[in-house]
């Protein structure tokens, strides 16, 4: 009898449950206006706070445009970052902006109809397509009002340490450098220069954090980058990144069998459609959105890289705060991240994503999660 009676107890709490739910009313999701998305964009030129020397060259500015769309009167923020390597220029980035022809779309949310228009305007330009790609999801979290990252479902404590970048430099630099670095929980190292070795042992002087290797295409000949490759994994070195030209695949699948380091593609590597074809070649990938043409498409290279059991590094350019955030987003689901783009410059305008405790930290902004400065 009085099990019968609790077992009525709990059938009635559940009916009455089941009322409560079934009388909760939810808004309908308001219907947009049929807006139009305005495109608007100016370039701007970045100052690094150091020179950057890389493998093949130096510089102390890199170009950027940034770009706005305007739907309903929300703004969402881009930027089309263009080092010289990748043959994108300001020009040719606000020439291929001057083409798109947001008007003709009434939903910002259609972003597979959008960004299909956007990417067959021109083969290239995968800077230029980036920055529109970047606008149109900063405004689609800003009308939902939620960051990105909460839309696509990702945990934010997942987010990875991120490195800081030292370029090829005299030791004496590299030491100044890598002291001014302290608060990182893991450095990025430039080789390729000649001084590989100085420079690895000068950062081992002052550090134990654990490195990346970014070598940039500098290594041509296979046996010397196997040689290296041995001689920096018992250096506390966790991979090595672009260590020959691109184009020698043959050698470097062969290096990547006999490494004893996971290597990285980095300048060989683009878009989607290249990720299943490097399987082989590399052990992973290192995703950029001004090479990906934003984070529609790495989102999805992401996935694919998993599903072939690639290891997933997410890296940037010099860019302000508004590309680095956008990427750091993603950055839940990946291995890596090389996300110090925004803090080599003096100039930012946005104010974003932060690096607490040498961790990427995302905040509760919706959209990319940036603010104006
Ligand atoms: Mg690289």
Redesign the pocket.
């Known amino acids: 009898m009085k099990t019968n009676r609790r077992n009525f107890v709990k059938t009635a709490g559940i009916a009455s449950l089941s009322v409560a739910l079934s009388n909760k009313t939810f808004a309908k999701v308001p219907t947009l206006k049929s807006g139009k998305m305005k495109l608007t964009f100016k370039p701007y030129k970045l100052q690094l706070k150091h020179t950057f020397t890389?493998a093949g060259f130096s510089r102390n500015t890199t170009p950027v445009v940034l770009t706005e769309i305007e739907f309903e009167g929300i703004i969402g923020y881009g930027e089309a970052s263009m080092p010289p390597y990748l043959g994108e220029s300001q020009k040719s980035v606000i020439s291929f902006l001057e083409k798109v022809d947001l008007a003709q779309f009434r939903d910002p949310f259609r972003l597979d109809e959008i960004m299909e228009y956007i990417d067959s305007i021109d083969t290239e330009n995968r800077a230029a397509k980036a920055s529109v790609d970047i606008a149109l999801h900063d405004l689609i979290g800003k009308i939902a009002n939620q960051p990105l990252y909460k839309l696509w479902g990702l945990t934010p404590e997942n987010t990875p340490m991120t490195s800081f970048t030292i370029g090829i430099d005299t030791a004496e630099v590299v030491k100044l450098k890598t002291k001014e670095a302290s608060r990182f929980k893991v450095l990025k190292v430039k080789l390729g220069g000649g001084n590989d070795k100085e420079m690895i042992n000068t950062i081992r002087s002052i550090t134990d954090v654990p490195l990346y290797v970014?070598v940039?295409q500098g290594w041509k000949d296979k046996n010397h980058a196997l040689e290296m490759i041995h001689w920096l994994s018992e250096r506390g070195i966790e991979f090595v990144?672009?260590p020959l030209p691109k184009n020698q695949v043959d050698d470097m699948a062969w290096l990547t069998e006999n490494s004893p380091l996971p290597t990285?593609a980095?300048?060989a590597f683009q878009r989607l459609s290249d990720v299943a074809k490097f399987k082989d070649v590399y052990s992973g990938i290192?995703i950029k959105l001004m090479k990906s043409t934003g984070l529609r498409e790495a989102h999805k290279m992401i996935t694919v890289a998993r599903a072939l059991d690639m290891k997933v590094m997410i890296?940037c350019m010099t860019e302000t705060s508004c590309a680095v955030s956008a990427a750091s987003q993603l950055s839940p689901l990946v291995d890596w991240a090389?996300l110090d783009g925004s803090l080599l410059i003096s100039n930012d305008v946005f104010k974003g994503m932060e690096v607490i405790k040498g961790k990427v930290t995302l905040n509760n902004l919706p959209g990319i999660g940036i603010e104006k400065i």
């Open positions: 890389v970014d940039n990144e672009q990285i980095d300048e290192n890296g090389d």
